[in-house]
């Protein structure tokens, strides 16, 4: 059983619309997440992180994190083509961010 | 210029031959990190180090070994390569409590 699941898409999203993405994890005791965008044939870039329950904002960015049904979900509002990517979803687990654990992404398309 | 620096970019090679990827940074983060990355898999871990005295094997270590030179290079090195290690590599460095920062890659292929 894969420690972090995503779906991997692609996930085809009009142009302005929002896009979700969710992310689970079977790790009760993890503490941090990420989100990294992986344009193809190009390296994994930082989008946000987040470790308190709730909600995470930043620009077109929210970030959700649920501890207790151990999902983490990637909202982007007013999707662009530019916003055509993998999203990779990554659990921090414990050790003050030393390792990560990631999901095999999600590819989002976004249609004009 | 780039924070982190992975050469070779691309590399062809063939099967039994001895490869040494290189990673250098100018963060100077004490955490450096090795990546591999195949289609549908996501990015696996190979080898880590939290400073220049500490390495630890990843999820996937066999066949891969790592050198730690100073705190701003990593080495990985296939002793001796085999077609199924044709991946996409990728370093990344972080410092305490900070998020992950990749290199650009190296796109290795093993005929």
């Known amino acids: 059983q894969k420690e972090v699941e995503q779906n991997s898409g692609p996930l085809s999203v009009p142009e302005g619309a929002i896009a979700s993405l969710n992310c689970t994890y079977s790790d009760r005791g993890s503490q941090s997440f990420f989100w990294y965008r992986q344009y193809s044939g190009k390296s994994p870039e930082l989008i946000m992180f987040?470790?308190?329950?709730g909600d995470k904002e930043d620009g077109r960015f929210t970030a959700q994190l649920n501890k207790a049904s151990q999902y983490v979900s990637l909202l982007i509002r007013d999707s662009q083509p530019s916003d055509s990517a993998t999203y990779l979803c990554a659990d921090g687990r414990t050790d003050s961010w030393g390792k990560l654990q990631f999901g095999a992404g999600t590819q989002v398309v976004v249609t004009p | 210029d780039a924070d982190v620096t992975q050469t070779p970019r691309n590399r062809i090679t063939k099967t039994g031959k001895r490869i040494m990827l290189e990673c250098s940074q100018t963060k100077g983060h004490d955490r450096m990190y090795w990546y591999r990355q195949d289609p549908g898999l996501g990015l696996r871990l190979i080898y880590y180090?939290?400073?220049?005295?500490?390495?630890n094997k990843g999820e996937i270590s066999d066949g891969y070994s790592v050198s730690r030179q100073a705190q701003a290079k990593f080495s990985l090195s296939l002793e001796s390569a085999i077609p199924n290690q044709t991946a996409l590599y990728f370093c990344a460095t972080a410092g305490s409590n900070q998020p992950q920062h990749f290199g650009d890659g190296t796109r290795l292929s093993i005929l």
């Open positions: 180090s939290f400073d220049v005295k500490d390495i």
């Open positions: 987040i470790y308190s329950n």
